[in-house]
């Protein structure tokens, strides 16, 4: 089996767009959780959201964004960063040996063209049109990030798109990662994007009872897992890419191998549509230590899913103490969402970013706002304050999905 280098990231997020800005804002616990205005038939409704400040002009002709959802355009522009940082922007300096016949496609989303869905149907059913844009279909479709990305770059090799709710992106990640190692590709972009804050999936969520409530102390500061005033997540966009390389290949070309990402599980809880369990999510951590050939002592950090749900952060932290068992005291986790939200099918691969790029700074983001911690959660959750953690060598990053999917990444120090 080949090893796998991490050699490019690339982030949009509410807390910023580009890496260096969204985890400096993660490293000071800002927020990007705001109210947004939505237009619905009975009136305006204000709603907490994790939306993205972005305008799509400076980045794409008009003509292009005739084709391309809200979703595919983050994905680009995060793309185009993890490409950038790779040095793989301009294919024809690609050195001969990495054929784009070799570098793959692996992306994750949840909701796909959820917006083009969403005007699709306003169209249909309140404006009573007649007939509908002729590029809705690829608009929509949840494989149309795969198809801009792999065109941006002219990336030929291997394409998937993987849908598994919030635990999206981690898997795609994790399947790119078996690409390579297993010889059926020599590089592959991968992570994922969301962009569903559309009218229909608000007012689905909100039917469901589990986003959060405006806090006192701000909209900013909502989103708060393991708190114990915690009221539920927060909705969010946005979308995060890596380059994985072949190790051999990468340092051959004289690649900056940022981390070499070592371990990965995915396991199925088969228990309940929208409550998780414990015991699944803990496999998954101890299938990824075991691919990664790690102990669970050898984690320096934990990056956790942390929604801020009442039952989900209760659950995690029983499945860490379950597959961590004796070190799980000792081991520092925090959740980065109080910053961004909850970016459903691209969460994966911006928490994993965030991980990455603090296996690299030696600094653990904090848990924002986690001021008076649950009981119940009472594992080391880095609370309100970064901290330093010189010498870190190994981190793990937790996705868990409606369904009961679960994704766990392991990455080591290059």
Same mark, same amino acid.
């Given at each position: 089996? &080949?090893?796998?280098?991490?050699?490019?990231?690339?982030?949009?997020?509410?807390?910023?767009?580009?890496?260096?800005?969204?985890?400096?804002?993660?490293?000071?616990? &800002?927020?990007?959780?705001?109210?947004?205005?939505?237009?619905?038939?009975?009136?305006?409704?204000?709603?907490?959201?994790?939306?993205?400040?972005?305008?799509?002009?400076?980045?794409?002709?008009?003509?292009?964004?005739?084709?391309?959802?809200?979703?595919?355009?983050?994905?680009?522009?995060?793309?185009?960063?993890?490409?950038?940082?790779?040095?793989?922007?301009?294919?024809?300096?690609?050195?001969?040996?990495?054929?784009?016949?070799?570098?793959?496609?692996?992306?994750?989303?949840?909701?796909? *063209?959820?917006?083009?869905?969403?005007?699709?149907?306003?169209?249909?059913?309140?404006? #009573?049109?007649?007939?509908?844009?002729?590029?809705? /279909?690829?608009?929509?479709?949840?494989?149309?990030?795969? $198809?801009?990305?792999?065109?941006?770059?002219?990336? #030929?090799?291997?394409?998937?798109? /993987?849908?598994?709710?919030?635990?999206?992106?981690?898997?795609?990640?994790?399947?790119?990662? &078996?690409?390579?190692? @297993?010889?059926?590709?020599?590089?592959?972009?991968?992570?994922?994007?969301?962009?569903?804050? %559309?009218?229909?999936?608000?007012?689905?969520?909100?039917?469901? @009872?589990?986003?959060?409530?405006? +806090?006192?102390?701000?909209?900013?500061?909502?989103?708060?897992?393991?708190?114990?005033?915690?009221?539920?997540?927060?909705?969010?966009?946005?979308?995060?890419?890596?380059?994985?390389?072949?190790?051999?290949? $990468?340092?051959?070309?004289?690649? %900056?191998?940022?981390?070499?990402?070592?371990?990965?599980?995915?396991?199925?809880?088969? +228990?309940?549509?929208?409550?998780?369990?414990?015991?699944?999510?803990?496999?998954?951590?101890?299938?990824?230590?075991?691919?990664?050939?790690?102990?669970?002592?050898?984690?320096?950090?934990?990056?956790?899913?942390?929604?801020?749900?009442?039952? *989900?952060? /209760?659950?995690?932290?029983?499945?860490?103490?379950?597959?961590?068992?004796?070190? $799980?005291?000792?081991?520092?986790?925090?959740?980065? #969402?109080?910053? +961004?939200?909850?970016?459903?099918?691209?969460?994966?691969?911006?928490?994993?970013?965030?991980?990455?790029?603090?296996?690299?700074?030696?600094?653990?983001?904090?848990?924002?706002?986690?001021? @008076?911690?649950?009981?119940?959660?009472?594992?080391?959750?880095?609370?309100?304050?970064?901290?330093?953690?010189?010498?870190?060598?190994?981190?793990?990053? %937790?996705?868990?999905?409606?369904?009961?999917? %679960?994704?766990?990444?392991?990455? #080591?120090?290059?």
């Amino acid at each position: 089996m &080949r090893r796998v280098a991490i050699t490019g990231l690339g982030v949009v997020s509410a807390i910023g767009t580009g890496t260096p800005v969204f985890f400096e804002s993660l490293l000071s616990s &800002r927020s990007g959780i705001r109210f947004i205005d939505i237009p619905f038939p009975t009136g305006t409704e204000s709603v907490l959201a994790g939306a993205v400040d972005f305008d799509p002009d400076p980045h794409f002709p008009r003509a292009r964004l005739l084709t391309m959802d809200r979703v595919s355009q983050f994905a680009l522009v995060a793309g185009r960063e993890a490409m950038a940082q790779a040095g793989l922007s301009d294919a024809t300096a690609w050195p001969s040996r990495l054929a784009p016949e070799r570098f793959g496609v692996s992306m994750g989303t949840g909701s796909g *063209g959820a917006s083009s869905t969403d005007v699709a149907y306003t169209a249909l059913l309140e404006q #009573k049109v007649a007939r509908l844009r002729p590029m809705t /279909v690829v608009l929509a479709m949840n494989n149309a990030i795969a $198809a801009h990305v792999s065109m941006e770059f002219g990336l #030929k090799g291997p394409s998937s798109t /993987v849908s598994n709710a919030c635990a999206s992106s981690a898997t795609s990640i994790g399947e790119a990662f &078996r690409q390579i190692r @297993h010889g059926y590709a020599d590089a592959m972009l991968a992570g994922g994007a969301e962009a569903l804050l %559309n009218r229909g999936t608000i007012k689905a969520w909100q039917a469901m @009872h589990t986003l959060a409530k405006p +806090h006192a102390d701000g909209a900013e500061t909502s989103c708060r897992p393991f708190s114990l005033d915690r009221t539920g997540l927060v909705l969010a966009e946005g979308a995060a890419m890596l380059v994985l390389e072949e190790w051999e290949s $990468a340092q051959r070309r004289g690649a %900056n191998i940022l981390a070499e990402l070592s371990g990965y599980a995915s396991t199925t809880d088969a +228990h309940h549509l929208t409550q998780p369990e414990p015991q699944g999510q803990a496999r998954a951590m101890t299938l990824a230590l075991a691919d990664a050939e790690l102990n669970a002592s050898d984690i320096g950090y934990l990056n956790a899913h942390g929604t801020a749900t009442e039952v *989900g952060d /209760v659950v995690e932290t029983n499945a860490i103490k379950l597959a961590f068992q004796n070190a $799980a005291s000792r081991l520092p986790v925090s959740s980065s #969402k109080g910053g +961004h939200g909850h970016a459903m099918g691209a969460a994966g691969a911006m928490e994993f970013i965030a991980s990455v790029m603090a296996l690299r700074a030696g600094q653990l983001p904090p848990t924002a706002f986690l001021e @008076h911690p649950d009981p119940r959660c009472d594992l080391d959750y880095i609370p309100l304050v970064a901290r330093d953690c010189p010498g870190l060598r190994v981190i793990m990053s %937790n996705s868990f999905a409606f369904g009961g999917s %679960n994704a766990v990444l392991i990455a #080591k120090a290059a």
